[in-house]
């Protein structure tokens, strides 16, 4: 039996992989220990998004070596994708997975192990990482059931789980390396989802959040999802039936009283999307919708598929249909090129659209990206002042979209304890992802509770009763 430890970066998809490959090991009898502890082999579950995550994940695998220098130190996911020939050469890694190879983590392992058993000189005179290519033999032993589809565990909490049911992107936005670590688009069978769904439920989970890398793509690799798509998104719109039945999938899973999406595409809400899913009360009134810049021009370079007019009649729609919707973004600052004015109209939009939340990312350059290669990079210090300045608009608007719910009704589905200020509370979120405490000597773990919005904790906490 091994002590496998886990590190995971990056985004929602890699967490679900993550907590499944964390399934593989148990299933197969190892023990999972706490990162910081000692461990025979560490896997880093690793993001390469921006070079700042590239940097945390090579810091990470560093520090898994000097944790147990005698352990196994496993890089896996988009920075082995994106970066394999830097990778191979890090001398800190033993094992190489891409994020096609998750499912097959442990036979990889358990294949790297006997290697060494038969031989114990033979990895430490290999001039590279061991790879999945050198284990001529079948992997009998890989992590996933007998029919060879996903394991069916999710990502779960006590109370949220995430359930990934699309993979990569065929987008190729001009700053994005992601198309290149993830591939093509994937869609996983409604059957296979169907499945997941059940085990869920039968965890007690009261949330799910439905997430992909291009969630707006789901079922866009099935012949007919793509024909309608080709026929219909050019004109500005497309419903994505298949994505519909997914979420009515959810909506008929009994123990399942929550259903979040994913980051969406703006052309991806239509008047029948939205009359679709408004008619299923299980569905958050929640919508990320990836906006970037709120500037024509700069949305033009980045090779973005709508205009700042069409998002915000996308907006409008969505507050037409749904009460005081919570609606989130984001937004890059500093792409190249980006002038002062292109700037100051994306902070005006941002301000005329009034969104609850606004995630504010510095651009970062990548290599293999047409981005990387235009003229007008600007500096760290530009685009510092600028995020700054967003960031700083972004919490006023969410302050007093929080404060709409004050003096009013809401359910609120409960997380955990936590001491704030000294005190303790248990901690959850209503429909719309907004933070409320509530006072209680009976535990209000995974339990959704009405109640009445009495005040302001703090900026971003709400009081409960």
């Not at 707006?216 to 419903?239: I, P, Q, W």
């Not at 972004?394 to 005190?423: D, T």
């Not at 907004?434 to 900026?459: H, Q, R, T, Y």
Request: proline share 2%; glycine share 6%; charged share 35%.
């Amino acid at each position: 039996m091994l002590k496998v430890a886990f590190h995971n970066l990056g985004c929602k998809v890699n967490a679900y992989e993550n907590e499944r490959m964390i399934q593989m090991f148990i299933k197969k009898g190892h023990e999972i220990v706490p990162f910081d502890q000692k461990a025979d082999v560490y896997i880093i579950n690793t993001c390469t998004v921006t070079n700042i995550a590239d940097r945390k994940s090579r810091q990470m695998l560093h520090r898994s070596k000097q944790l147990n220098p005698e352990s196994i130190v496993v890089a896996c996911g988009c920075y082995v994708d994106t970066g394999y020939e830097n990778a191979r050469s890090d001398r800190a890694i033993d094992i190489l997975v891409k994020n096609k190879e998750k499912d097959d983590i442990v036979a990889i392992v358990e294949g790297y192990l006997k290697t060494r058993e038969k031989d114990p000189g033979a990895l430490d005179r290999e001039e590279e990482p061991y790879i999945k290519e050198k284990e001529k033999e079948g992997l009998e032993n890989r992590g996933c059931d007998q029919e060879g589809s996903h394991l069916r565990t999710g990502l779960y909490k006590h109370t949220r789980a995430y359930l990934k049911i699309q993979d990569g992107c065929d987008q190729f936005c001009s700053y994005c390396v992601i198309p290149f670590a993830r591939g093509r688009i994937s869609s996983r069978s409604d059957e296979d989802i169907g499945k997941d769904l059940n085990e869920l439920s039968k965890r007690g989970i009261k949330e799910l959040v439905l997430t992909g890398i291009h969630l707006s793509s789901f079922g866009l690799d099935r012949e007919e999802v793509k024909c309608s798509y080709n026929m219909l998104a050019k004109e500005g719109g497309f419903t994505n039936r298949a994505l519909i039945r997914v979420i009515e999938m959810a909506q008929e899973t009994e123990g399942i009283e929550r259903i979040r999406l994913g980051s969406l595409e703006p052309r991806i809400i239509t008047e029948e999307f939205l009359r679709s899913v408004s008619s299923y009360d299980k569905l958050c009134p929640h919508f990320h919708l990836s906006l970037q810049s709120g500037s024509d021009s700069v949305l033009k370079r980045m090779n973005r598929q709508y205009s700042t007019e069409e998002f915000f009649e996308k907006l409008l729609m969505i507050r037409e249909t749904f009460e005081h919707p919570a609606i989130t973004t984001d937004v890059i600052v500093g792409f190249p090129g980006e002038s002062e004015e292109e700037f100051l109209r994306t902070r005006d939009f941002l301000n005329k659209a009034d969104l609850y939340e606004s995630h504010i990312f510095k651009y970062s350059r990548r290599a293999g990206t047409l981005a990387d290669k235009m003229e007008g990079q600007l500096t760290d210090k530009v685009k510092s002042q600028r995020s700054r300045i967003l960031i700083e608009d972004g919490k006023k608007r969410a302050k007093s979209f929080r404060e709409y719910y004050i003096s009013r009704e809401k359910e609120v589905l409960f997380e955990e304890k936590q001491n704030i200020f000294g005190e303790d509370y248990y901690v959850g979120y209503t429909g719309e992802y907004v933070k409320c405490a509530c006072k209680s000597d009976l535990s209000l773990e995974n339990i959704i509770k009405k109640g009445k919005i009495s005040g302001m904790l703090s900026e971003e906490i709400l009081v409960f009763l």
